[in-house]
């Protein structure tokens, strides 16, 4: 007979004495429980101890925490939260260095559970930490313990203030100024450098007053010095700042900001200390150098969303200097009807839609007055580039000529849509691009190849104005392919655009509908049908392997780069999800003994994604992005628990969410599944219609022949 639902049976640990074995009752209270196992080893006042996991991070165990207790779990009786946090306070204020040092040690270990510092907090225990940064006791960097002792004081009132629990707007400007000084040192251990930068990026992301204190005491030039470094751990906290830095700036600094960055050759440094480096690019650097793409493309987000204003005589210049550009014209703009004439042709020659008055084709946003601004940069900085697409086409024939004019505006929009201009980034992104950190003006390089590709590729279809969207969407393909190669520079993405012309578009395109071929005549349908379950049990089959193979997910905390991570996997006989936490993101497959936690699937209730999950609903608008909630999935479980997923891509959230729903006798939907059941479906009626090749299939089966008049015949083999 199964054990009650309400009794998990623990160890319990003490150092010096024999572990205890027990059955703890869920129904009692915690106190009652402790006072019991106190007894077990005549210890007095109960009231003085708490239960720690004797694993993983060693949480205190609370009321609401104590339903996460599983059968088997390793448990440890240590000293109450308060009475710890009591005892550290009373130590780290201490004359003796080493018990100071010791305090300080535990302290930075115990700060991370939330319990103590709940309990650590409401003793004024942040303040304290801050004097003692404040007091400048921890300045005498010779000593190595001075230095430890800061290093752990900073961990500590970081683990703290991560919690949430205390307002970071009540932190005093000394405390910034003597953590800012840590950071404008230039000598200073790597320990101490890493905690402040860290301290310094969460007063700007949490606190919009504490980001102009910050802002004043760390300057730019300053930061970019720690980018020349050869430790790449301080070049991430380093960009990190300054994303953090450039993402709460008021908007009518951000531009600003940018050019002070361009002035100390941010670009150039981190184009030749960290991504041509000698050392691979980590995940976390390679998020940071995202965010950065990200935040330097959205400063385009004014210019797009902004429409020309026909009236405006300084934006109608640009539009004249265009026309004069091209064709040497006079800049003279007092003109006769002749003359008004003349300008209605050359705009036309320009591929303006309205010929009359070519600023009415710049009131629609996206892409505004950015798309003027990319002309504008083609037309003086590659002028003869401009001159050629100009003068090739008002040369051609009217039905095959190529619009300048229309098609740069279109493409203007269609590459703000690519690299998402004007959307916060990602949480988990780490999709940046090389060859946008070497040039100064990467965004207009980028638009003036793209736009010659899009001349060469008018011409290669040999296009009319019918064909403009057909184009447009063969120029979208090259680029997003070339894109996905990730070119390092901008004349490798030309040399990637060259091997990607209309010809091979064409004959990908043709592969790829060959892999997808989906023949619709009767017969083949019928036989489709009665493929498909095979097809889909074989899928199924995977996903469950895949689920036993196991996944590791990261947990979303406040600061991403201190990563945590938790490991989920299958049961062999598909009847229990074992998971656990884990210190570093594993090498290999998690032996399922090392997985502390499991669920029978017998008690898993649903399955929810995206915005539905509990955990989404929780999180800040920031981490709200879309990217995280399409990787966010949760198990609902008896007795109304939950355990939620974030994915660490799509390929492992389609992986998980349908083997979840197949072990719950339910349809796999994700894209991964169709895209599956396309391929593993095309190959295989391709093998077996592999005999019928050129053979026509009759849309209806041949007419059965009618019954002989005689059954009388048999074959003599005598």
Known sequence: MPPPADIVKVAIEWPGANAQLIEMDQKRPLSSIIR?????????????????????????????SRCDIKNGTILRLAISPARAARQLLERIQSHGIDARLEALKELAKLSADPTFATEFINMEGIGTLARLVESGTHLNFLSLSFGEMLAFTLTAFLELMDHGIVSWDLISLSFIKQIAGYVNQPMVDVSILQRSLAILESMVLNSHSLYHRVAQESTVGQLIGHLQVSNQEIQTYAIALINALFLKAPEDRRQEMASTLAQKHL?????????????PIKAEMAHQLY??????????EERMM??????????????????????????????TEKRKA???KDYKMLGFTNHVNPAMDFTQTPPGMLALDNMLYLARVHQDTYIRIVLENS?????????????????????????QVGELPNEGCNDYHPMFFTHDRAWEEFFCVCIQLLNKTWKEMRATAEDFNKVMQVVREQITRALAMKPSSIDQLKNKLRGLNYSEILRLRQSERMSQDDFQSPPIIELRERIQPEILELIKQQRLNRLCEGSCFRKLGNRRRQEKFWFCRLSLNHKVLHYGDLDES??????????SDKIPISDIKSVLTGKDCPHMKEKSALKQNKEVLELAFSVLYDPDETLNFVAPNKYEYCIWTDGLCALLGREMGSDLTRSDLDTLMSMEMKLRLLDLENITIPEAPPPVPKEPSSYNFTYNYS
Request: proline share 4%; charged share 25%.
């Open 395 to 419: 040369s051609r024939e009217d039905k095959h000529e190529c619009p300048f004019g229309r098609c740069a505006i279109e493409l203007t929009r269609m590459l703000c849509e690519i690299l």
């Open 36 to 64: 019991e196992v106190c007894d077990g080893w005549s210890l007095s006042g109960s009231e003085q101890f708490a239960l720690r996991y004797a694993d993983g991070p060693q949480l205190y165990i609370t009321e609401q």
């Open 342 to 344: 003349m300008y209605t």
């Open 291 to 300: 965010v950065l793409q990200v935040l330097t493309f959205n400063l385009l």
């Open 267 to 279: 670009r150039s440094i981190i184009l030749n200390h960290v991504i041509r480096g000698n050392r």
């Open 586 to 595: 594993p090498q290999g497959e998690v032996p399922f003994e090392l997985l």
């Open 306 to 335: 902004t429409k020309m204003d026909p009236n405006d005589q300084s934006q109608r210049d640009i539009i004249f200097e265009l026309r004069r550009i091209a064709f040497d014209g006079e800049s003279d703009l007092t003109g």
